[in-house]
């Protein structure tokens, strides 16, 4: 196959129209196997694959993006480096996006291999031309950029090649170029700062999170909403949230959203705040977020009453985030009247909201509140209530039926114990054995033992023999 190879390069090289050469090459290598691939290129020469990329035909330039692809990943990084360098480089510049991508793919992998990175920051031209990517147009070529960068936060020569040379002003010059580009260079920052306590420690010296964090402030509210976005995900790391609270941004966060309600605009950024405190809830603990913080769990509480669609799916999304453990139900239970106020929004929207708002309302945030394990009788008598509304309607018998172990959960009389628990669950069942579509859509064999239920009463309690072993031996 090596043989076949070198000849149709030979033949490639040889003709002034090359397309069906190419097509045949192409052919030739998706009929090796990947695990065969590395010996039949091994010593082949590709500069006449990426000389024909300066073409102004489409066709020629995609088969020659297709046969690359496949020839690159099959050798080494450090092949790759020593042998295709400098056409690497010249692919950055390429005007196809296509195969600016592949250069950038192929330079993600050099820079995570130790002994192929050296060669790169050896020629540091090729990192300046990945910077100067992130200023691309369209969204796929700064993707793979910032990705490839990136990188180089796992290894300190990285890092300080990145951040401690003239590098660091070529992302600083690219930034400017506009507020897309300015917060792609973010996005990068915030990659890389999640990677270690270490690179994080570079990324603010080089004072961008510094300015980035700035932005959550500014006078563009689009760019603020953005700038809570990158902030949160900086908070995915436990180093990234311990940076911010020294820096004081859960406090600054926290009066932000005190703030929003005389702001007239808050709309477009007030959900980014209140999915801040969300993920830290989850990510630290419930409890101690949203008692050290309690404009975050007042503001939730407020959005799930707000007649704004989108503000009451934030809440939604928040509340089933903090009732998807414990202690954020146990936090939720404490709040009495408000949470209570709440459940009865949400009864509203299961059974009459848009249909979007249903769905949400019920799969992601009321399903997590029947806790069948947990002692919230509150929240667990409040969520049977919402069902019961919901229980005659064909939309809202398909989602119990599809949701795993729920009419196991309802037939089974030894979960909820309190009175209250198991009216709440018999008027549930009661129902749905009056609805005309049960049979039909939750089987004939659950329609039968919901009817047996009811017969029975809310409270029976199946009796158990007793079998007498005096004198057994």
């Not at 500069?47 to 102004?56: D, G, P, Q, T």
């Not at 100067?132 to 490839?148: D, F, L, N």
Request: charged share 20%; net charge negative.
């Amino acid at each position: 196959m090596a043989a076949t190879i070198e000849t149709l390069l030979e033949e490639i090289s040889g003709v002034d129209d090359p397309i069906e050469e190419l097509q045949c090459l192409k052919t030739a290598l998706l009929s090796i196997p990947v695990s065969a691939l590395r010996d039949a290129v091994s010593g082949q020469r590709f500069h006449v694959i990426f000389s024909l990329l300066n073409s102004n035909q489409r066709e020629q330039v995609e088969l020659c993006v297709a046969i690359l692809e496949r020839i690159l990943v099959a050798l080494s990084p450090v092949s790759l480096v020593q042998n295709y360098r400098v056409e690497l480089q010249g692919g950055l510049t390429h005007p196809n996006d296509t195969v600016k991508i592949l250069a950038l793919t192929q330079i993600g992998r050099i820079v995570e291999n130790p002994d192929a990175l050296a060669e790169i920051l050896n020629n540091p031209d090729i990192l300046r031309a990945v910077i100067h990517c992130i200023g691309a147009e369209k969204i796929a070529v700064p993707k793979q950029a910032i990705q490839s960068l990136s990188k180089l936060s796992h290894s300190k020569p990285g890092l300080d090649k990145l951040f401690q040379s003239d590098l660091q002003k070529i992302m600083k010059d690219v930034m400017a170029t506009s507020d897309i580009v300015r917060y792609r260079i973010y996005e990068l920052v915030v990659e890389i700062s999640s990677v270690s306590p270490i690179s994080l420690g570079y990324c603010a010296n080089s004072s961008f999170i510094s300015q980035l964090l700035g932005e959550l402030t500014g006078d563009d509210i689009l760019i603020r909403a953005t700038a809570i976005e990158m902030v949160t995900s900086l908070a995915h790391s436990q180093h990234g949230r311990q940076y911010l609270a020294q820096q004081g941004i859960m406090d600054k966060i926290s009066n932000m959203i005190r703030g929003a309600e005389t702001d007239s605009f808050s709309s477009l950024y007030l959900p980014g705040l209140v999915k801040f405190f969300g993920n830290l809830a989850i990510m630290d603990s419930p409890q101690q977020v949203c008692e050290t913080y309690p404009a975050f769990q007042n503001k939730v509480f407020e959005m799930a009453l707000d007649p704004d669609p989108v503000m009451i799916g934030v809440a939604l999304d928040t509340l089933g985030l903090l009732g998807s453990t414990v202690e954020g139900k146990q936090v939720l239970q404490k709040t009495g009247e408000k949470f209570k106020a709440v459940l009865l929004r949400m009864s509203q929207l299961a059974s009459s909201g848009a249909t979007e708002l249903r769905v949400r309302s019920l799969d992601e945030y009321l399903l997590p509140y029947i806790s069948f394990t947990q002692p919230f009788p509150e929240l667990h008598c409040g969520a049977l209530g919402i069902f019961t509304a919901i229980a005659t309607q064909p939309w809202g018998q398909k989602l119990m039926i599809s949701t795993p172990s729920f009419m196991e959960f309802v037939l089974d009389r030894s979960t909820g114990q309190t009175k209250e628990a198991k009216d709440a669950k018999f008027e549930l069942v009661g129902a749905l054995v009056c609805s005309s579509t049960t049979a039909e859509i939750l089987g004939s064999q659950h329609y039968i033992r919901l009817k047996t239920y009811l017969r029975e009463g809310p409270y029976y309690v199946s009796a158990v023999a007793s079998v007498s072993t005096e004198g057994a031996e």
